[in-house]
């Protein structure tokens, strides 16, 4: 079994990882889309939807959604199994690393660690304050050193829906660290 693939229907509004970003994400799994990523993580703003086309997006280092300013109400969304992020980079680092995006919505997403990432996604607040209501549906997590979804710092990331999420080959699937991340709902997911 695997994450559904998503066929969606691009919208006039959404910012598009491929043609819309300088420089361009290429998605064909040998350029190293990074720079083209972290460029649209920078320009993120609240309410905006970030779209990943099919294709699988090369990793060589961090990509950080850490926002300038306090952002809310973004939705980052990829083709489900067909929208690959693989790790390239060093061995023990997180391939994403998100500080703070309350009322955030991921879908489609399939992360990919090749046995060296420490983490896929890495829930890190700070400054930016509490991180809720947060929904990834239709996510999947592969082959991550220490964990595929990690939750820490403070002061908390809570109110989390997961669902229809794959775990595989993860030292830990899911991992909430802080003693205020609550009201963790895990439905539908798949840990192997």
């Given at each position: 079994?695997?994450?559904?693939?998503?066929n969606w229907?691009?919208?006039?509004?959404?910012v598009?990882?491929?043609?819309?970003i300088?420089?361009?994400a290429?998605?064909d799994?040998?350029?190293?889309?990074?720079?083209?990523?972290q460029?649209?993580?920078d320009a993120?703003?609240?309410?905006?939807?970030?779209y990943?086309?099919?294709?699988?997006?090369?990793?060589t280092?961090?990509?950080?959604?850490?926002?300038?300013q306090?952002?809310?109400?973004v939705?980052?969304?990829?083709h489900?199994?067909?929208?690959?992020?693989?790790?390239d980079?060093?061995?023990?680092?997180p391939?994403?690393?998100?500080h703070?995006?309350?009322h955030?919505?991921?879908?489609?997403?399939?992360?990919d660690?090749?046995?060296?990432?420490?983490?896929?996604?890495h829930?890190?607040?700070?400054?930016?304050?509490?991180?809720?209501?947060?929904?990834?549906?239709?996510?999947?997590f592969?082959?991550?050193?220490?964990?595929?979804?990690?939750?820490s710092?403070a002061p908390a990331?809570?109110?989390?829906?997961?669902e229809?999420?794959?775990?595989?080959?993860?030292?830990?699937g899911?991992?909430?660290?802080?003693?205020?991340?609550?009201?963790?709902t895990?439905?539908?997911?798949?840990?192997?």
């Amino acid at each position: 079994p695997d994450t559904p693939a998503l066929n969606w229907t691009e919208r006039s509004d959404w910012v598009n990882v491929k043609t819309d970003i300088t420089p361009a994400a290429v998605g064909d799994g040998v350029a190293d889309d990074t720079a083209a990523i972290q460029k649209a993580f920078d320009a993120v703003a609240t309410g905006a939807v970030l779209y990943f086309p099919a294709g699988t997006y090369r990793i060589t280092a961090t990509v950080m959604l850490q926002p300038k300013q306090r952002v809310t109400g973004v939705w980052i969304v990829g083709h489900g199994r067909d929208t690959r992020l693989v790790w390239d980079g060093p061995a023990g680092q997180p391939l994403w690393l998100d500080h703070g995006v309350a009322h955030s919505r991921y879908a489609g997403l399939s992360f990919d660690g090749r046995g060296k990432a420490a983490v896929g996604m890495h829930h890190r607040n700070g400054a930016g304050g509490v991180e809720t209501e947060v929904d990834l549906r239709h996510m999947a997590f592969r082959n991550f050193t220490d964990t595929g979804l990690l939750a820490s710092g403070a002061p908390a990331t809570a109110e989390v829906v997961i669902e229809n999420s794959l775990f595989e080959d993860c030292q830990r699937g899911i991992a909430f660290l802080n003693f205020n991340d609550y009201d963790w709902t895990i439905d539908g997911c798949e840990f192997r």
